[in-house]
Nanobody, 131 residues
Framework: QVRVQESGPGLVKASQTLSLTCTVS??????????WHWIRQSPGRGLQWIGG???????YYSEAFRSRTSISRVTSKNQVALQVNSVGPEDSGVYFC???????????????????????WGQGTQVTVSS
C-alpha cells in the first residue's frame, strides 16, 4: 500500500521561501512510469497543480508556478521536496503530495485538477503565509 505524508512549517512569512517535504512509503520514487506531484488548494479555489517529478528525475511545472518553484527529490530517503520562493498571502492553502502511475503535464497558466487525476494522496499540510 502506498502511503504519502507531507510535512513542513505551517506558518511562513511573506517574501520568504516555503519548503515542504513529501515522504513516500510502499513505492519507490524511481519506480518506472511513476510520477509524483505537488498540488495546492487555496481558500475558495479548487485543486491547483503546481508541478511534478518523473521517475528519472525530470521536473515540470505549471506556468503559474514555474518562475519561483523548485521540485527535487532525495531517493535515498524516498522524499520529494517543494520550494516556493517569494511567497505571499495568496500562497496560503493546503499543500498535497500525490502519486500517479503515468504522467500528468499541464502547460496552461493555471492547471486545475481533481482527486481522481492521481492515484495516491497524502492528507495535506496547511500553510499560512503571514504578511
Amino acid at each position: 500500500q502506498v502511503r504519502v505524508q507531507e510535512s513542513g512549517p505551517g506558518l511562513v512569512k511573506a517574501s520568504q521561501t516555503l519548503s515542504l517535504t513529501c515522504t513516500v512509503s510502499g513505492a519507490s520514487l524511481t519506480d518506472r512510469d511513476k510520477t509524483w506531484h505537488w498540488i495546492r488548494q487555496s481558500p475558495g479555489r479548487g485543486l491547483q497543480w503546481i508541478g511534478g517529478i518523473q521517475d528519472q528525475g525530470t521536473t515540470y511545472y505549471s506556468e503559474a508556478f514555474r518562475s519561483r518553484t523548485s521540485i527535487s527529490r532525495v531517493t535515498s530517503k524516498n522524499q520529494v521536496a517543494l520550494q516556493v520562493n517569494s511567497v505571499g498571502p495568496e500562497d496560503s492553502g493546503v499543500y498535497f503530495c500525490a502519486g500517479l502511475i503515468g504522467t500528468y503535464i499541464c502547460g496552461l497558466p493555471e492547471c486545475n485538477v481533481t482527486r481522481s487525476d492521481f492515484d495516491s494522496w497524502g492528507q495535506g499540510t496547511q500553510v499560512t503565509v503571514s504578511s
